[in-house]
């Protein structure tokens, strides 16, 4: 499968990605090196960090104290995906735009090459977020690089005969999801994320965020291993 992008490709990378049990100071190497060789190429990049393990140590430590509303969960997690920003942010520091999108509406436009956003507030995943952003500045797709390299027909954790789309209708995917938010949920794109895609026409491409060679692909309108939700 191939798939061709305009100027400004919005990404929602994983905080597993970046912050799987520690940070993956490689990882982040070679992604700095992929995206500032795209954008020499004349790309134009928005991209959302989601929290990782840094997220889950913080929320774990606060409910083994006490019980706590989701939205307390989840404003745990919104800070830990604007450390994650913020730390996105200073190895592009050449490129990108100095401020950190964390809330709606402060970035009016994109006239970096880089622009680095975080969650927002409770109830909005950063896949939300990601496809909010594509909304606003009228991207027609979100690049989802998470840990799942496809979306499957069933968990292939749980599931050894789960088979993965190349193509996926939202109505479908929906389908496949919890109706419902909660702070923590893991999904290729989250039932919030997946409600605006389908209402505002956006598509997501799912791919293992890691694989940069596979990313480089579907960069480069070349064949790649992921699935096309539309």
């Known amino acids: 499968m191939k798939y061709k992008f305009k100027n400004t490709i919005v990404i ?47 929320q774990k430590s606060a409910s083994a104290i006490v019980d706590l509303p989701d939205e307390d969960i989840d404003w ?40 680095i956003a975080s969650g927002w507030r409770p109830g909005w995943s950063t896949d939300y977020i990601a496809i909010e952003l594509a909304r606003q500045f009228k991207i027609n797709e979100v690049v989802i690089a998470g840990s799942p390299a496809f979306v499957f027909d069933k968990d292939p954790k749980i599931h050894k005969s789960a088979k993965p789309f190349d193509e996926i209708s939202w109505k479908s995917y929906r389908n496949l999801i919890p109706s419902a938010w909660v702070p923590g949920f893991h999904s290729p794109v989250d039932p919030v994320g997946a409600r605006l895609a389908d209402r505002s026409g956006i598509k997501a491409i799912i791919l293992k965020g890691t694989n940069l060679d596979n990313f480089d692909r579907l960069l480069s309108n070349k064949d790649f291993e992921g699935t096309l939700i539309s």
């Open 12 to 58: 929602a990378l994983g905080g597993s990605i970046m912050y799987p049990d520690e940070i993956d100071v490689n990882f982040l190497k070679n992604f700095r090196k992929f995206i500032l060789k795209w954008i020499r190429r004349g790309k134009k990049f928005v991209i959302v960090t989601g929290g990782g393990s840094v997220c889950r140590k913080y």
């Open 76 to 115: 745990i997690g919104i800070h830990a995906t604007r450390l994650n920003a913020q730390l996105l942010r200073t190895i592009f520091w050449r490129d990108a735009n100095p401020i950190v999108c964390d809330s709606s509406g402060k970035i009016k436009n994109l006239k970096y090459s880089i622009t």
